[in-house]
């Protein structure tokens, strides 16, 4: 199994623009061989750095399965309003993929 998930750093007051602009995205996620799960998780805000931290995660059947995805279609699409809202990101997302090891 493999776990894919991009950090956000949100401008605070911008959190719930984007819930907003995941929760109305056009998502073909299910539609790719060896998807899982996704899910956007919300962190505790830090008043002091001015951002909320923010959670993307999808889970894979493999690492293959994921690398996959980022070469489709699907994933151009998922993409191409990436630049919009530009005020609400203190920065690019961060990329962390991990394998898993050990759990049921």
């Not at 995205?25 to 805000?45: P, V």
């Not at 951002?51 to 699409?77: G, Q």
């Amino acid at each position: 199994m493999y776990f894919a998930m991009n950090r956000f750093r949100i401008a605070i007051g911008h959190e719930t623009a984007f819930e907003n602009v995941w929760k109305n995205r056009d998502s073909s996620l299910a539609d790719n061989a060896g998807f899982k799960e996704f899910k956007l998780l919300r962190g505790d805000t830090v008043a002091d750095e001015g951002y909320t931290l923010f959670i993307s995660s999808s889970i894979w059947e493999s690492r293959e399965a994921f690398i996959a995805w980022t070469k489709s279609e699907n994933f151009r699409a998922a993409l191409k309003s990436a630049g919009d809202n530009r005020a609400m990101y203190l920065g690019p997302p961060k990329f962390e993929g991990f394998s898993a090891v050990e759990g049921a």
